[in-house]
C-alpha cells in the first residue's frame, strides 16, 4: 500500500511517501517549515505595503497565520475575509467580526489592496520535488493529512473546551486513538479545518482515498508504530506529544483510551507537569483544577491504572525534552528510526485500518 502523509503543525509539516513494498527506513520523507509560518510572513509583506487585505482560500492553522492578521488590525489596516478563510482565526464567525474583521464573499468596491489566498495544502510543489527525486506517485492508494481543529463552539462556550468535548464524543463511541481519523466523506461538519483540508485532498488526489486526522491522535496512534511501545501495546501506556503549540497526554490500556489531557505546552514547566501527570494517571485529576487554567481541559472515560501500574510513559514532539530530569522516567519514540515521523506514522496506521491496509 502507498500511502502519502503529511503532518502539518504549528513549527513544521512532516511528509512521509510510505510505500509497503520497501522497508520503512527506505521510504522517502522531508521535514518542512509549517505553512502557517511562511502564510505569517505573506500577510507581514502585505500588510506593509497596502492599507486593506482581503483573505480568501481555504481554512488553515492560526497560530503565527492567525497572529499576523490580528497584527495587521492593530497596524490600522483593514481585513476582508471570506468565511471559509476567516474560521482559519475562530471558527465562530460572529467572534471573527468582533475583532474588526469583515466577513465578505468578495472584496468591496473600489478595492485597492493586497489578496491573498491562504492554503495550507497545496501539495503540487511536493509532489513535483517527489517525482524529481523519482517517486511514482500515480499508483498512491491514499492521502492524508493531519491538521489541529479546535472544533466549531456554541455561544458562551470556550473553544479550547469544545475541542475536548468533540474528542470525548468521539471516544465514547470508540475508545481506540484510530477514531479520531475520518475518510474525507465523513469528517463532521463540525470540524472546519478539517473540512477545509479533506476537500484540499480530493481536489488534487480525485483517484486516491483520503483521511483526514487531528495532529494529537495522530501522534499518540503514532507512538504505537515504534518498537517498544508496541511491544507494551496491550498493558498500560501514558503516551504524550509535547508539541510546538499544544501538548496531549492520554492514558491507554489495552489499546484504550481512559484518559485525555491536554494544555499549552508554553505554560507547562517540565516539573510542575510530571507532578501533575502522576495525579492524572492516579485518577486524582479534574479538568477545574487551577493547574489546567488556559489550556484545553482533561477527561476520563474509565478507571486509569495508576502512575505505579504504567508499563511505559513515552514522550513524543519536537519540544518533548522539557519532560527530561523530572520524576518521570520516559522513553522518547522513534519510529521509523525518526520522532519527527511519529504524526504521519500515526496517519500510516489510520489508513491501513480503515481500509484493511
Given at each position: ?22 522497508e520503512?527506513e527506505?521510504?522517502?520523507r522531508?521535514?518542512l517549515?509549517?505553512p502557517?509560518?511562511?502564510l ?5 509583506r502585505?500588510a506593509?505595503?497596502?492599507?486593506e487585505?482581503f ?6 492553522g492560526g ?6 492578521v ?8 483593514k ?6 478563510a ?5 471558527n ?16 468591496p468596491p473600489?478595492f485597492?489592496?493586497e ?19 523519482g517517486e ?10 493531519a ?15 469544545a475541542?475536548?468535548?468533540?474528542m470525548?464524543?468521539?471516544?465514547l463511541?470508540?475508545p481506540?486513538?484510530l477514531?479520531?481519523a475520518?475518510?474525507?466523506d465523513?469528517?463532521p461538519?463540525?470540524f472546519?479545518r ?9 481536489e ?10 487531528d495532529?494529537?491522535p495522530?501522534?499518540?496512534?503514532g507512538c504505537?508504530?515504534d518498537?517498544r ?6 498493558g ?5 506529544n509535547a508539541?510546538n503549540g ?14 485525555l ?7 507547562l ?6 507532578s501533575?501527570?502522576e ?17 484545553h481541559?482533561l ?5 486509569p491504572p495508576?502512575?505505579?501500574n504504567l ?6 514532539g ?7 530530569g523530572?520524576?518521570l522516567?520516559?522513553y522518547h519514540?522513534?519510529?521509523g ?7 504521519p506514522?500515526?496517519l500510516v496506521a489510520a ?6 491496509g
Amino acid at each position: 500500500m502507498k500511502i502519502l502523509a503529511v503532518d502539518i503543525g504549528v513549527g513544521t509539516q512532516d511528509m512521509l511517501l510510505y510505500d509497503s513494498r520497501r522497508e520503512l527506513e527506505n521510504c522517502s520523507r522531508l521535514i518542512l517549515p509549517s505553512p502557517t509560518r511562511l502564510l505569517s510572513s505573506r500577510v507581514e509583506r502585505a500588510a506593509a505595503g497596502a492599507e486593506e487585505l482581503f483573505l480568501s482560500g481555504h481554512t488553515v492553522g492560526g497560530g503565527p497565520f492567525s497572529r499576523a492578521v490580528k497584527r495587521a488590525l492593530a497596524a490600522g489596516r483593514k481585513v476582508y475575509m471570506t468565511p471559509e478563510a476567516a474560521r482559519s482565526i475562530r471558527n465562530n464567525l460572529a467572534d471573527v467580526a468582533s475583532l474588526g474583521i469583515t466577513i465578505a464573499d468578495a472584496p468591496p468596491p473600489g478595492f485597492g489592496g493586497e489578496k491573498l489566498a491562504p492554503d495550507e495544502l497545496d501539495l503540487r510543489p511536493l509532489c513535483d520535488f517527489l517525482r524529481l527525486a523519482g517517486e511514482d506517485l500515480a499508483d498512491l492508494d491514499a492521502v492524508a493529512a493531519a491538521v489541529q481543529d479546535h472544533g466549531a463552539y456554541r455561544a458562551g462556550e470556550s473553544n479550547r473546551k469544545a475541542r475536548l468535548r468533540h474528542m470525548r464524543e468521539a471516544l465514547l463511541e470508540d475508545p481506540r486513538p484510530l477514531a479520531l481519523a475520518y475518510p474525507a466523506d465523513e469528517v463532521p461538519e463540525a470540524f472546519p479545518r478539517m473540512l477545509s483540508a479533506a476537500r484540499r485532498l480530493r481536489e488534487q488526489f480525485p483517484s486516491s482515498r483520503a483521511l483526514v486526522m487531528d495532529t494529537s491522535p495522530a501522534a499518540v496512534a503514532g507512538c504505537l508504530a515504534d518498537t517498544r511501545v508496541a511491544e507494551r501495546a496491550a498493558g498500560n501506556l501514558l503516551l504524550v506529544n509535547a508539541g510546538n503549540g499544544h501538548t496531549l497526554a492520554c492514558i491507554l490500556s489495552g489499546g484504550r483510551v481512559v484518559g485525555l489531557l491536554e494544555h499549552h505546552t508554553k505554560r507547562l514547566e517540565g516539573g510542575a507537569f510530571a507532578s501533575y501527570l502522576e495525579r492524572f494517571c492516579d485518577g486524582e485529576a479534574r479538568d477545574e483544577d487551577p493547574f489546567m487554567a488556559g489550556g484545553h481541559g482533561l477527561f476520563y472515560l474509565g478507571e486509569p491504572p495508576g502512575m505505579a501500574n504504567l508499563d511505559l510513559v513515552a514522550v513524543t514532539g519536537p519540544r518533548r525534552n522539557f519532560l527530561q530530569g523530572t520524576a518521570l522516567d520516559v522513553y522518547h519514540p522513534a519510529p521509523g528510526g525518526d520522532m519527527m515521523m511519529t504524526g504521519p506514522l500515526g496517519l500510516v496506521a489510520a489508513v491501513r485500518d480503515r481500509w484493511n491496509g
